[in-house]
């Protein structure tokens, strides 16, 4: 009975490990490069270098966060993404929420989420960023 028990935890263990989607570590990099105020703190558009497996392709999400006054600026946008191998920059306007306060220039969280896939496998860099916007 040991030994069945102790088979069913090893398969589920390496059923769990080849499940698993890829660390972003694997092929790719993600940087934030810049967040620039648009259309008078109405969006920022934020520019990501990324570093991945030429053939992937993808998208990303980012989501940008500020204190704003008394209030919380706060929006998301999404850019597509075409891996080369090469270090390239994408550029995601993020529009703020209507409810929302308008965007500054200073200090905000950037997140930002990818999805990279081939024919064989996806990967799912992410990153939480403090950055400044500017002008």
């Known amino acids: 009975m040991r030994r069945i028990m102790t088979s069913i935890a090893l398969l589920g263990l390496a059923l769990f490990a080849s499940l698993a989607p890829t660390p972003a570590s694997a092929a790719s990099t993600v940087d934030v490069t810049s967040a620039t105020l648009a259309a008078r703190g109405v969006a920022v558009d934020v ?12 998208g990303v999400e980012v989501i940008v966060r500020q204190r704003s006054g008394s209030g919380v600026a706060h929006g998301s946008g999404w850019a597509p993404v075409t891996c080369t191998g090469e270090p390239q920059e994408v550029t995601a306007r993020v529009a703020a929420q209507a409810d929302g306060e308008i965007f500054r220039p200073g200090e905000t969280l950037v997140t930002a989420g990818f999805e990279l896939c081939d024919q064989d496998a996806c990967e799912y860099p992410r990153i939480d960023d403090t950055v400044r916007v500017t002008h």
């Open 47 to 58: 520019t990501i270098t990324v570093v991945c497996t030429a053939g992937r392709s993808g």
